[in-house]
C-alpha cells in the first residue's frame, strides 16, 4: 500500500522531495523503505524507545546502513509519542 501511496501523489504532480513517510523505522527488511529513499521522500524512523516492532538498537543500525548508503539528508527521527503516559 506505501508504494501505490506514493504512486498515487506522484501522479499527482506532488514533489515526493516534500513528503515524509513514517513509521518505517519498524521495518527490519529495508527493501521498502530503500524504496521509498528513491522516490525521494523522507525517510520518518520513529518510535524510537518503543520496542514493540523492533529495538531501538536494531533501529539505529537501520540509520546507519541508511547514512552510508548516502540517505542522510532524507533521514527523520522521531519519538511518535501520541499517549500521555509514554511521556
Not at 523505522?25 to 523522507?42: H, S, W
Given at each position: ?7 498515487i ?16 523505522g ?62
Amino acid at each position: 500500500l506505501l508504494m501505490e501511496q506514493l504512486a498515487i501523489l506522484k501522479d499527482e504532480k506532488v514533489d515526493l522531495r516534500r513528503v515524509a513517510v513514517g513509521h518505517l523505522g519498524d521495518f527490519r527488511d529495508l527493501r521498502r523503505v530503500y524504496a521509498v529513499a528513491g522516490q525521494g521522500a523522507y525517510l520518518g524512523i520513529d518510535h524510537i524507545g518503543m520496542s514493540v516492532q523492533q529495538t531501538d538498537r536494531q533501529r539505529a543500525k537501520s540509520v546507519a546502513q541508511l547514512v552510508r548508503d548516502g540517505f542522510a539528508h532524507q533521514i527523520l527521527l522521531s519519538l511518535d509519542l501520541c499517549q500521555k503516559s509514554r511521556l
